[in-house]
């Protein structure tokens, strides 16, 4: 989609610019919002169900995150960018690209397909690679902590009051 974007801004004339417009945005609703759902649904359910678990290790919680992100930013604006774009290309031709409203979502839209990919790429990174290891718990509360041994104390207990009271 990126290498798209910017031959919409090279198009040399209407036709050229609104169908690279509607290539990007059949591209968007059938190929890429649907299939990130399902990676976001079967990533889930591999990590339960594998030795891996859900938040256990850094890296699975860092790809979870990058992934309901970068579906979070393609449902609540590519989408609408991508709706207007091509809206704003086919009510005003090629004049559209010297918009200053278009200028700004084509770029807002540019930089999204930047972080959506450059997320791709750490997270192939960190699933290759396993950085930062398992997330430790926090300390243990009061409650939680392991109770004195009482025989220890019912033993040494005498021994120290006859010591400290000896004269």
């Given at each position: 989609?990126?290498?798209?974007?910017?031959?919409?801004k090279?198009?040399?004339?209407?036709?050229?610019?609104?169908?690279?417009?509607?290539?990007?945005?059949?591209?968007?609703?059938?190929?890429?919002?649907?299939?990130?759902l399902?990676?976001?649904?079967?990533?889930?359910?591999?990590?339960?169900?594998t030795?891996?678990?859900l938040?256990?290790?850094?890296?699975?919680?860092?790809?979870?995150?990058?992934?309901?992100?970068?579906?979070?930013?393609?449902?609540?604006?590519?989408?609408d960018?991508?709706?207007?774009?091509?809206?704003?290309?086919?009510?005003?031709?090629?004049?559209?690209?010297?918009?200053?409203?278009?200028?700004?979502?084509?770029?807002?839209?540019?930089?999204?397909?930047?972080?959506?990919?450059?997320?791709?790429?750490?997270?192939?990174?960190?699933?290759?690679?396993?950085?930062?290891?398992k997330?430790?718990?926090?300390?243990?509360?009061?409650?939680?902590?392991?109770?004195?041994n009482v025989r220890?104390?019912?033993?040494?207990?005498?021994?120290l009051?006859?010591?400290?009271?000896?004269?």
């Amino acid at each position: 989609m990126l290498l798209l974007l910017i031959f919409v801004k090279k198009a040399e004339n209407a036709e050229q610019l609104y169908y690279s417009l509607q290539s990007i945005h059949i591209l968007d609703e059938n190929l890429v919002k649907f299939p990130a759902l399902a990676t976001l649904f079967t990533g889930i359910l591999l990590s339960v169900w594998t030795q891996w678990g859900l938040v256990k290790y850094y890296w699975v919680v860092i790809k979870l995150v990058l992934t309901i992100l970068s579906i979070l930013l393609g449902i609540f604006f590519i989408n609408d960018w991508f709706a207007y774009l091509l809206s704003t290309a086919k009510e005003h031709g090629f004049a559209a690209l010297q918009g200053s409203d278009f200028q700004t979502k084509w770029l807002a839209t540019v930089l999204a397909a930047i972080f959506n990919n450059a997320a791709y790429a750490l997270m192939v990174f960190i699933t290759y690679f396993k950085p930062f290891g398992k997330i430790r718990k926090g300390p243990k509360s009061k409650a939680r902590r392991k109770k004195p041994n009482v025989r220890l104390q019912l033993y040494f207990r005498p021994c120290l009051f006859t010591l400290l009271h000896m004269d």
